[in-house]
């Protein structure tokens, strides 16, 4: 049997055949010969640990998998610790935000977190879990079935912090876990190159993630997962969390029986409720389906598969009220709970100028400007 430290190592030689040379060669033995042995249930001295790590560029406390020790996120994911990759610099983002945010915490105590203690459902049935748990969110908060504000300040007042900015498209959002300290702290990062509905969708898709305490240090969703089709069961709980948070079943029942009422057909409840609730239309036909209200495979749900969503809103009246909604929606953005707290910490003099610039993606020079226009004083007076 392969110990922790031997399947560590041998990890690490997988991910970087020539650092794993250069660690056999400074260990004496050929490559092979070590794979194999450690493969074989040989020990790893501590020769080979500290070789490994000073190698691989980590401590030699997490080679040797001694508790509350782990890398970095980006080296996580260079190294192949990390089972999901995302963009190297939207990475960087997440363990700078995740580093600011245990910093910011030393001095100004931790970020409020509504729904500390909440009641995770864990039925064996993951759509279950997922479900029960978003209508969980909605009683404790007292939401009832109207639609969700802002997901961002949503995502926000459980202490997550949040950035989006663009990456390809096929990378919907992640949402990273990191150990600082004795506490796992977490950042969620969203595809601002896609539309608001769907960074919606996969904000609440990562609130669920975080909810749960999923281990992986990177979860990344990717625009295929966006279905129930999902890889795996934590995917698929997060789909369902994320669908029944931004729309309630009681809410899409309403909607459904008031448009038969009034005779208005799908064709104009669909982008009404894109609308209404800010999610996309593909989510919306999977929720009618899902609910018994329209089959996914009926001739009407395949006609309103196929129509752009600017047809769609052209026919319901709403072309107006749709582009409002999308003026904005591929803007780059920082995390407004970490630039509020580094804003107070500034206050303070705890940090300095440059950490809000960063955290905001602008200018150190523009953005003292602005504290100082704000009536913000110059810590370094």
């Given amino acids: 049997m392969i110990g922790d ?25 050929p490559l092979t010969e070590l794979r194999s042995a450690l493969a074989n249930g040989r020990s790893a001295d501590t020769d080979l640990i500290i070789m490994t790590a000073s190698a691989f560029k980590l401590s030699a406390a997490y080679v040797a998998c001694l508790p509350n020790t782990e890398p970095g996120l980006s080296l996580a994911m260079r190294t192949g610790l990390a089972k999901a990759t995302a963009p190297a610099d939207a990475v960087e983002c997440a363990e700078y935000m995740i580093r600011i945010s245990a910093t910011l915490a ?28 978003a209508e969980n969110v909605r009683m404790v908060l007292g939401l009832g079935d109207d639609a969700l504000p802002d997901m961002v300040d949503f995502v926000e007042s459980t202490g997550t912090p949040v950035s989006s900015r663009p990456m390809p498209t096929e990378v919907l959002g992640f949402n990273a876990r990191q150990l600082v300290g004795e506490k796992h702290r977490r950042a969620i990062v969203v595809n601002s190159a896609m539309s608001w509905t769907n960074q919606r969708f996969t904000l609440a898709h990562e609130l669920s993630h975080s909810l749960f305490n999923d281990a992986d240090p990177l979860i990344v969703s990717l625009s295929e997962d966006i279905e129930d089709q999902a890889p795996d069961l934590k995917e698929i709980r997060a789909n369902r969390f994320a669908r029944h948070l931004l729309l309630p079943a009681p809410a899409l029942a309403n909607r459904v029986e008031a448009a038969r009422e009034s005779n208005v057909g799908p064709d104009k409840l669909v982008p009404q409720l894109m609308l209404e609730f800010g999610i996309s239309k593909d989510v919306i036909l999977r929720a009618l389906s899902d609910d018994g209200h329209l089959a996914l495979d009926s001739g009407r749900s395949r006609k309103l598969s196929s129509t752009s969503v600017f047809e769609l809103m052209k026919g319901a009246d709403l072309t107006e009220q749709w582009e409002l909604m999308c003026t904005e929606e591929n803007t ?24 809000i610039a960063r955290l905001m993606d602008r200018g150190e020079d523009e953005v003292l400007a602005e504290l100082k226009a704000a009536g913000w004083p110059d810590p370094g007076q």
């Fill in 106 to 133: 030393s001095w100004l105590g931790e970020a409020p977190d509504k729904l500390a203690g909440l009641r995770l459902n864990k039925h064996q049935l993951a759509t279950e879990a997922g479900k029960r748990t």
């Fill in 5 to 29: 430290v031997a399947s560590r190592i041998l990890q690490l030689f997988d991910s970087d055949q020539a650092r794993a040379i250069q660690v056999a060669q400074e260990y004496g033995e």
């Fill in 332 to 355: 780059p953005s920082g995390s407004p709970l970490l630039v509020d707290r580094a804003v107070t910490a500034y206050g303070y003099g705890f940090v300095h100028q440059r950490v």
